[in-house]
Every structure is written in C-alpha cells, then in structure tokens.
C-alpha cells in the first residue's frame, strides 16, 4: 500500500496564478483533510471531508477550494494564489471507526512558495 | 473551543539523555490524545496515543500518560538517540470526532 500521496511535491507560483494539489489515499478512509504548515504555528485544518461528494470548512479556508468526487482523492484548489498561502500542505485521511481511534494518516506535503 | 499547549522549543540533548516534552490540552469531554513525530523532509507519523484517563501511550521507548486532572499529556523517553532528531507534535482529538487540533510543535535535536 502506498498510503497516503501527494503531487506535486514543490511548486513556485507567481501571484493571481491558480492550481490544484491531488492527495490520494488506498487505505478505503472515508474521512480525508488538508492541513498547512507554518512556522511555529503546527497544522492547521483548511478544509476536510467525511466522504465522497461532502466537504466542509476547517480553521482557515479563506482563499482555497476543494472537492471530493472520488473517495480515493481529495483536490485542494488555490483559484488566485496569494504570497500568504505559501506554505507546506499535508494531507491526511483517517477511518470513522471507533476502533481507528481518530488516527490519522498523512502524505509526505507539497511544498508551495508564491512569489 | 478546542486547544493544545505545547513547550516551545527548540530542544537541545546529549545522546542518552532524558526527554520530556510538556503538553497540555483545553477540551470539553474526553478527547483522544496523540503525538506525532516529523522526520526532516516528511509528512507526521503517529508515535503513540491513549483513548481514555490514565491510560499510558508507548512507542519506540517513548511514553505518555493520558492526565486527566492535570490536562495533560507529556512526552518522555529514558535515553535518547541522535535518529530521534524531529519536530514532535501534541494533538487531540475532540468532541466533533473528526478533526485533530494541533500543539505547535517541539523542534528535537540529539547530539552525538
């Protein structure tokens, strides 16, 4: 099993510019999220779902998008990036059962500058 | 709502020297309490966790116990290696089940 993957791994975008980040999991999880990173800050919830075709807000989901059309993937959108949304971004998928525990997986991030 | 308060780093050891890292949590019930380790350049990886008070969380030579009258949930190993060199990070897991919140994380390094 690969777990949970993220593409791309790095990417340099200029303001105003758009793009999609792709997690995919092959665990069968049916609930699935996306986090970023900042210094000194921990992870903070963007948006998450809890299955295909639902997703709701986190923390801080001002400026991205998501969708969830297949139960596999979760899609993170930047429709005009900004220099505040440079980041590391992880996503993460996790099962619903009581024994799972709420544990959650994680890909291994992209990092994302905008200059 | 929800939070996590973790010591701040960075922290500095000798190999073989004792670790504690020090979590505490603000939560309303019984939340589950995690700690997940970031090795340079990778995504988090669960270390260990504990579901219920006084239940005590191990992994790797690490442990936490699960305080209920203290909130907290700190982090300890015995003798530490120069490979457990990472970012580890408190979390828990609350009343809605589905979204962990996050301590900012502790910056680890071990010196040979």
């Known amino acids: 099993n690969a777990g949970v993957t993220q593409t791309p791994k790095f990417r340099v975008l200029k303001t105003g510019q758009s793009m999609t980040l792709l997690c995919a999991q092959d665990m069968n999880h049916e609930y699935m999220y996306w986090y970023r990173q900042d210094p000194g800050m921990g992870l903070r919830l963007i948006h998450y779902?809890?299955?295909?075709?639902?997703?709701a807000k986190g923390e801080v989901p001002d400026g991205y998008n998501v969708s969830r059309l297949k139960k596999q993937n979760f899609l993170l959108g930047l429709e005009s990036a900004a220099p505040s949304q440079t980041s590391v971004y992880f996503c993460a998928s996790s099962s619903p059962t009581v024994a799972a525990n709420n544990e959650q997986f994680f890909g291994p991030g992209t990092r994302l500058t905008v200059l | 709502g929800d939070s996590v308060t973790q010591m701040e780093g960075p922290v500095t050891l000798s190999e073989e020297a004792f670790l504690t890292i020090n979590c505490t949590y603000t939560a309303t019930g019984y939340p589950s309490l995690f700690w997940y380790v970031q090795y340079p350049g990778e995504g988090l990886q669960l270390l260990l966790k504990?579901?219920?008070?006084?239940d005590k969380g191990s992994n790797k030579g690490f442990e936490a116990t699960y305080r209920k009258e203290t909130t907290s949930f700190h982090l300890e190993k015995g003798s530490v290696q120069v490979s457990d060199s990472a970012v580890y990070f408190c979390?828990?897991?609350?009343?809605?089940?589905?979204?962990?919140?996050f301590g900012s994380g502790t910056q680890l390094t071990v010196l040979p």
């Open positions: 504990a579901t219920k008070a006084d």
């Open positions: 979390a828990l897991s609350g009343r809605s089940a589905r979204q962990l919140t």
């Open positions: 779902s809890v299955g295909e075709g639902t997703t």
